[in-house]
RNA sequence: CGGGGCGUAGCGCAGUCUGGUUAGCGCACGUGCUUUGGGAGCACGAGGUCCCCGGUUCAAAUCCGGGCGCCCCGACCA
């Protein structure tokens, strides 16, 4: 039965099995596991807590960029789906359906949410009058459901969280600018500086379009198994909703006009995509921001001594505004707790011993490399504020590295396959036309965006960009 | 929906072909002692509708019929 044993041994080498490496990571760190329903998942404490952090980052971001939060209903009207044709189109196949109610059959059946821009527009078109009502920026804290073929937990699962933004814009051009702005300075700054991800940028081709979108913005991180993951998505709409919900406003001519919207999300994903570009053969390794507990103070042996000595550290460094927890266990051995705490991803340890007691020192652990290093008490906290900083550039600096010896520029389409084998490629965006995009998914490759040779952001598609191709999760 | 496989203790499995004492092993769990500087050892112990229903039989985890559930591999997707 294929289910990964929550114990001990080793873990499976990620270079050696990728899927199963990540499957023992999330059992082992104690991240999810499955639910009882087919696709489901329990995220765990753990697993939780970094969602969280997560969490709070981003709505952080996603209020500094104006938006609201609000919250709309799980159930839609199964109509509402209905009003926008290639949205509906899209979404089902994916569409859980609820036909019963109270033990009797449903007049009308409701949809469990698969993505929320229908309900949301209903609400829009109700809300606003004027152009003074506008921009219209709201975001949701939720879950929604999709029925899925194959799942795996955190990157793919029936039911998961995420944060949706919906909002409304009296021009295209502002509307437009607000989904280039989410992506820039909620998702990359998070996937980048919080997560310590490096992301590529740009937008989708036609094929690969959030449907219901004129125009579909990602940013897209290598895994460690050279895999791409989108990491976050932000999609122009357009007036399409608008015009299946009539949601309009009187401009100041007294006009009346379509609204122009957007709509973004990033899910319990990301939590996925922390595992498989930081974990490594020990299991899982946290960024700072996003560790539950930055460090850990360890009992060596447990003793009257040592466990004074440690609780007065684990004091001294909680005071310095650190997320710490004191791990004074007489049980399990102390390798046990030292490798648990190690899968579980927490940057750094601290070790004390009546060895360090005497000495007044402290065993200073980096996850990121495994080193240990003595540290005087005295200038015990220095050092591990010192160590998580260092943690958490390095950690980007080495998935930078991992992915720039992973791309490779080529020149046409048969290219793009061969190196996507290992990683990504860059081709210019000419050589897709005439089925060239065809061809790459025959071969179980995708383009993951479109952008600038050098990088950047293009307003649209044209034959001087670079499509980024990959396989893909 | 096609192809393959599985349901036995919390988890992972053996036992099923060839029916026969009280259904077993590893891990995890509980208690005690010894341990504790990188996955502790020993002893004792607790834990089971053998997926469900029916049939065959003196006797069914095992054979037969029917059902249910799950997993893996192929076409969609945050």
């Known amino acids: 039965m294929g289910t990964v044993a929550q114990d001990s041994g080793a873990l499976t080498p990620r270079a050696a099995d990728f899927p199963r490496w990540y499957q023992e990571v999330v059992a082992q760190a104690e991240l999810a596991e499955n639910g009882p329903v087919r696709g489901t998942m329990v995220i765990r404490p753990w697993g939780f ?61 409701v949809v469990v949410r698969p993505t929320s821009e229908t309900v949301v527009n209903h609400f829009f078109a109700k809300w606003i009058h004027s152009h003074r009502d506008l921009p219209l920026l709201i975001n949701q804290w939720s879950n929604v459901v999709r029925w899925e073929l194959r799942t795996r937990l955190f990157l793919r699962t029936s039911e998961f969280l995420w944060q949706e933004g919906h909002t409304a814009h009296a021009t295209e051009a502002e509307a437009s600018a607000y989904a280039v702005r989410i992506l820039e300075d909620v998702y990359r700054d998070v996937t980048e500086g919080v997560m310590g991800i490096p992301t590529l940028v740009g937008h989708k081709t036609a094929r690969e379009r959030f449907a219901g979108a004129v125009r579909t913005w990602t940013c897209e991180g290598m895994m460690g198994d050279g895999k791409a993951l989108q990491l976050g998505t932000s999609h122009e709409l357009g007036d399409n909703f608008a015009r299946a919900f009539g949601t309009t406003f009187s401009d100041p001519t007294g006009a009346t006009r379509y609204v122009f919207q957007t709509s ?8 996925g995509g922390l595992i498989m570009v930081h974990g490594d053969d020990y299991g899982l390794r946290l960024p700072p921001a996003l560790a539950p507990r930055h460090v850990v103070v360890m009992v060596v042996r447990a003793g009257e001594s040592t466990g004074k000595a440690a609780a007065a550290v684990a004091d001294d460094l909680a005071s310095r505004g650190l997320r710490v927890h004191l791990d004074d266990r007489a049980e399990p051995s102390f390798g046990r707790r030292a490798i648990d705490w190690e899968r579980k991803g927490v940057p750094v340890r601290v070790e004390l011993g009546p060895r360090e007691v005497a000495e007044g020192t402290a065993i200073l652990v980096t996850r990121h490399d495994r080193a240990k290093t003595p540290v005087a008490l005295a200038g015990l906290a220095d050092a591990v504020v010192e160590a998580l900083d260092t943690t958490a550039r390095r950690l980007y600096q080495e998935a930078l590295a991992f992915r720039e010896a992973r791309l490779r520029r080529v020149a046409t389409v048969a290219e793009a396959i061969e190196a996507a084998a290992s990683g990504f490629a860059v081709l210019p965006a000419a050589s897709l036309d005439a089925g060239g995009e065809d061809r790459l998914a025959e071969a179980g490759v995708t383009v993951r965006c479109l952008q600038r040779d050098d990088g950047s952001l293009a307003p649209d598609d044209g034959d001087d960009l670079v499509a980024v191709v990959g396989r893909a999760y």
Do not use: M
Not at 50 to 55: D, F, G, N, V
Not at 264 to 271: F, I, P
């Open 264 to 271: 973004w999300g990033v899910s319990t994903r990301l939590v």
């Open 49 to 109: 807590a970094i969602w969280e952090l997560l969490q709070s980052e981003l709505d952080r971001r996603i209020k500094a960029a104006g938006a609201q939060n609000a919250y709309f209903p799980l159930f839609i009207p199964e109509q509402f789906l209905q009003l926008e044709a290639s949205h509906v189109e899209g979404f089902k196949p994916e569409l859980w359906v609820v036909t019963h109610g109270g033990g009797a059959p449903l007049e009308e059946p």
